[in-house]
T-cell receptor, first 115, second 114 residues
Protein backbone atom coordinates (compact mmCIF):
# COMPACT_ATOMS: atom_id res chain seq x y z
CA UNK A 1 0.00 0.00 0.00
CA UNK A 2 1.12 3.53 -0.71
CA UNK A 3 2.35 5.23 2.41
CA UNK A 4 1.67 8.72 1.06
CA UNK A 5 -1.11 9.34 -1.44
CA UNK A 6 -1.64 12.56 -3.32
CA UNK A 7 -4.66 12.09 -5.55
CA UNK A 8 -4.47 15.36 -7.45
CA UNK A 9 -1.85 15.23 -10.21
CA UNK A 10 -2.63 18.82 -11.18
CA UNK A 11 -4.56 21.75 -9.78
CA UNK A 12 -5.47 25.18 -11.07
CA UNK A 13 -6.26 28.16 -8.86
CA UNK A 14 -6.92 31.81 -9.54
CA UNK A 15 -4.52 34.32 -8.10
CA UNK A 16 -5.53 35.53 -4.61
CA UNK A 17 -7.80 32.53 -4.01
CA UNK A 18 -7.18 29.73 -1.52
CA UNK A 19 -6.39 26.18 -2.58
CA UNK A 20 -6.25 22.85 -0.77
CA UNK A 21 -3.83 20.13 -1.78
CA UNK A 22 -4.79 16.68 -0.54
CA UNK A 23 -2.56 14.18 1.20
CA UNK A 24 -3.43 10.94 2.95
CA UNK A 25 -0.94 8.70 4.69
CA UNK A 26 -0.66 5.20 6.02
CA UNK A 27 1.41 4.20 9.03
CA UNK A 28 1.13 1.99 12.07
CA UNK A 29 3.61 4.11 14.04
CA UNK A 30 2.30 6.33 16.81
CA UNK A 31 5.11 8.82 16.38
CA UNK A 32 5.53 10.30 12.95
CA UNK A 33 5.94 13.61 11.19
CA UNK A 34 4.31 15.03 8.13
CA UNK A 35 5.94 17.53 5.81
CA UNK A 36 5.06 19.56 2.79
CA UNK A 37 7.68 20.63 0.29
CA UNK A 38 7.50 22.88 -2.76
CA UNK A 39 9.61 22.13 -5.80
CA UNK A 40 9.86 24.88 -8.43
CA UNK A 41 11.24 24.14 -11.86
CA UNK A 42 14.79 24.76 -10.57
CA UNK A 43 14.58 21.43 -8.76
CA UNK A 44 15.28 22.54 -5.20
CA UNK A 45 12.93 21.18 -2.56
CA UNK A 46 11.71 24.00 -0.34
CA UNK A 47 10.34 23.16 3.10
CA UNK A 48 6.91 24.65 3.75
CA UNK A 49 5.38 23.21 6.88
CA UNK A 50 5.62 20.40 9.43
CA UNK A 51 3.07 18.60 11.59
CA UNK A 52 4.00 16.14 14.30
CA UNK A 53 1.66 13.28 15.10
CA UNK A 54 1.32 14.45 18.69
CA UNK A 55 0.70 18.08 17.81
CA UNK A 56 -2.86 18.92 18.77
CA UNK A 57 -3.06 22.13 16.80
CA UNK A 58 -2.82 22.45 13.05
CA UNK A 59 0.51 23.85 11.91
CA UNK A 60 0.61 27.25 10.23
CA UNK A 61 3.44 29.09 8.48
CA UNK A 62 2.43 32.37 6.95
CA UNK A 63 0.08 31.65 4.04
CA UNK A 64 0.46 27.90 4.55
CA UNK A 65 -1.58 25.84 6.96
CA UNK A 66 -1.86 22.12 7.40
CA UNK A 67 -5.30 20.62 7.97
CA UNK A 68 -4.36 17.61 10.10
CA UNK A 69 -7.09 15.01 10.64
CA UNK A 70 -5.39 12.19 12.49
CA UNK A 71 -8.32 9.76 12.58
CA UNK A 72 -8.73 10.08 8.82
CA UNK A 73 -4.96 10.01 8.29
CA UNK A 74 -5.02 13.11 6.17
CA UNK A 75 -2.69 16.11 6.13
CA UNK A 76 -3.96 18.56 3.56
CA UNK A 77 -2.03 21.71 2.71
CA UNK A 78 -4.00 24.92 2.46
CA UNK A 79 -2.45 27.86 0.65
CA UNK A 80 -4.30 31.11 1.21
CA UNK A 81 -4.19 34.10 -1.15
CA UNK A 82 -2.38 32.25 -3.95
CA UNK A 83 0.37 34.09 -5.79
CA UNK A 84 1.82 33.48 -9.24
CA UNK A 85 5.06 32.39 -7.58
CA UNK A 86 3.22 29.53 -5.91
CA UNK A 87 3.10 27.66 -9.23
CA UNK A 88 5.22 24.56 -8.61
CA UNK A 89 5.12 20.89 -7.66
CA UNK A 90 4.04 20.21 -4.09
CA UNK A 91 5.03 17.07 -2.26
CA UNK A 92 3.63 15.61 0.92
CA UNK A 93 6.09 13.49 2.89
CA UNK A 94 6.17 11.43 6.07
CA UNK A 95 8.86 10.44 8.51
CA UNK A 96 7.92 7.40 10.59
CA UNK A 97 9.13 6.56 14.07
CA UNK A 98 11.66 8.30 16.28
CA UNK A 99 15.28 8.47 15.19
CA UNK A 100 14.58 7.87 11.53
CA UNK A 101 15.50 10.59 9.11
CA UNK A 102 14.26 9.14 5.83
CA UNK A 103 11.22 10.73 4.27
CA UNK A 104 8.65 8.89 2.18
CA UNK A 105 7.22 11.18 -0.47
CA UNK A 106 3.94 11.23 -2.32
CA UNK A 107 3.76 11.53 -6.09
CA UNK A 108 3.17 15.25 -5.94
CA UNK A 109 0.61 17.77 -7.14
CA UNK A 110 1.43 20.35 -9.80
CA UNK A 111 -0.21 23.63 -8.88
CA UNK A 112 -0.69 26.32 -11.48
CA UNK A 113 -1.78 29.75 -10.34
CA UNK A 114 -3.59 31.72 -13.01
CA UNK A 115 -3.71 35.53 -13.16
CA UNK B 1 24.25 31.09 5.95
CA UNK B 2 25.04 29.05 2.85
CA UNK B 3 22.59 26.35 1.86
CA UNK B 4 23.20 22.80 0.75
CA UNK B 5 25.56 22.74 -2.20
CA UNK B 6 25.58 19.94 -4.73
CA UNK B 7 28.10 19.44 -7.51
CA UNK B 8 28.02 18.97 -10.36
CA UNK B 9 24.61 20.37 -11.23
CA UNK B 10 24.40 18.61 -14.57
CA UNK B 11 26.29 15.73 -16.04
CA UNK B 12 26.03 13.27 -18.88
CA UNK B 13 27.45 9.77 -18.75
CA UNK B 14 27.21 6.64 -20.86
CA UNK B 15 26.07 3.20 -19.83
CA UNK B 16 28.67 1.26 -17.89
CA UNK B 17 30.48 4.31 -16.59
CA UNK B 18 30.49 5.39 -12.97
CA UNK B 19 29.68 8.73 -11.43
CA UNK B 20 30.43 10.51 -8.16
CA UNK B 21 28.18 13.26 -6.84
CA UNK B 22 29.14 15.60 -4.05
CA UNK B 23 27.11 17.32 -1.35
CA UNK B 24 28.20 19.96 1.13
CA UNK B 25 25.63 20.35 3.94
CA UNK B 26 24.73 23.50 5.75
CA UNK B 27 27.44 24.42 8.22
CA UNK B 28 26.85 22.61 11.50
CA UNK B 29 24.54 19.99 10.03
CA UNK B 30 25.82 16.49 10.63
CA UNK B 31 23.11 14.46 8.94
CA UNK B 32 23.12 14.08 5.16
CA UNK B 33 20.64 12.07 3.17
CA UNK B 34 20.28 11.37 -0.53
CA UNK B 35 17.19 10.97 -2.67
CA UNK B 36 16.65 9.96 -6.28
CA UNK B 37 13.87 11.64 -8.25
CA UNK B 38 12.60 10.18 -11.51
CA UNK B 39 9.38 10.79 -13.44
CA UNK B 40 8.38 7.15 -13.07
CA UNK B 41 9.31 6.37 -9.47
CA UNK B 42 9.10 9.82 -7.94
CA UNK B 43 11.26 10.67 -4.95
CA UNK B 44 12.94 7.70 -3.34
CA UNK B 45 15.25 7.58 -0.35
CA UNK B 46 18.75 6.30 -1.08
CA UNK B 47 20.69 6.54 2.18
CA UNK B 48 21.46 8.70 5.16
CA UNK B 49 24.73 9.42 6.90
CA UNK B 50 25.43 10.83 10.32
CA UNK B 51 28.90 11.37 11.72
CA UNK B 52 30.47 9.35 8.90
CA UNK B 53 28.22 6.35 9.53
CA UNK B 54 25.47 5.11 7.25
CA UNK B 55 22.35 4.95 9.41
CA UNK B 56 19.66 4.08 6.93
CA UNK B 57 19.60 2.70 3.40
CA UNK B 58 16.80 2.60 0.88
CA UNK B 59 15.94 -0.20 -1.48
CA UNK B 60 18.59 0.33 -4.13
CA UNK B 61 21.13 -2.10 -5.60
CA UNK B 62 24.70 -2.24 -4.39
CA UNK B 63 25.80 -0.16 -7.37
CA UNK B 64 24.66 2.82 -5.33
CA UNK B 65 27.01 3.69 -2.51
CA UNK B 66 27.95 6.68 -0.46
CA UNK B 67 30.15 7.99 2.25
CA UNK B 68 30.47 10.93 4.58
CA UNK B 69 33.64 12.68 5.56
CA UNK B 70 34.66 14.13 8.93
CA UNK B 71 33.58 17.60 7.79
CA UNK B 72 30.08 16.19 7.06
CA UNK B 73 30.50 16.53 3.31
CA UNK B 74 29.07 13.53 1.53
CA UNK B 75 29.57 11.79 -1.77
CA UNK B 76 27.47 9.21 -3.53
CA UNK B 77 28.72 6.92 -6.22
CA UNK B 78 26.86 4.96 -8.85
CA UNK B 79 28.84 2.31 -10.68
CA UNK B 80 28.03 0.52 -13.92
CA UNK B 81 25.48 3.13 -14.91
CA UNK B 82 22.21 2.05 -16.49
CA UNK B 83 19.78 4.12 -18.53
CA UNK B 84 17.33 3.97 -15.62
CA UNK B 85 19.78 5.78 -13.38
CA UNK B 86 18.99 8.99 -15.22
CA UNK B 87 17.49 11.15 -12.52
CA UNK B 88 17.73 14.19 -10.33
CA UNK B 89 19.77 13.28 -7.26
CA UNK B 90 18.91 15.43 -4.28
CA UNK B 91 20.95 15.81 -1.15
CA UNK B 92 19.47 17.05 2.11
CA UNK B 93 21.02 18.00 5.41
CA UNK B 94 19.54 18.42 8.85
CA UNK B 95 20.38 19.27 12.42
CA UNK B 96 19.43 16.05 14.15
CA UNK B 97 18.85 17.85 17.40
CA UNK B 98 16.02 19.95 16.02
CA UNK B 99 12.54 18.82 16.99
CA UNK B 100 11.04 18.97 13.54
CA UNK B 101 14.15 17.56 11.92
CA UNK B 102 13.54 19.72 8.91
CA UNK B 103 15.50 18.61 5.88
CA UNK B 104 17.15 21.32 3.82
CA UNK B 105 17.61 20.27 0.23
CA UNK B 106 20.11 21.30 -2.37
CA UNK B 107 19.21 22.03 -5.98
CA UNK B 108 20.24 18.56 -7.04
CA UNK B 109 22.55 16.95 -9.56
CA UNK B 110 20.81 16.05 -12.78
CA UNK B 111 22.34 12.91 -14.26
CA UNK B 112 21.64 11.80 -17.80
CA UNK B 113 22.81 8.33 -18.85
CA UNK B 114 23.05 7.74 -22.60
Amino acid sequence: AQKITQTQPGMFVQEKEAVTLDCTYDTSDQSYGLFWYKQPSSGEMIFLIYQGSYDEQNATEGRYSLNFQKARKSANLVISASQLGDSAMYFCAMREGPGRRALTFGSGTRLQVQP
Amino acid sequence: KAGVTQTPRYLIKTRGQQVTLSCSPISGHRSVSWYQQTPGQGLQFLFEYFSETQRNKGNFPGRFSGRQFSNSRSEMNVSTLELGDSALYLCASSLVEEGTGELFFGEGSRLTVL
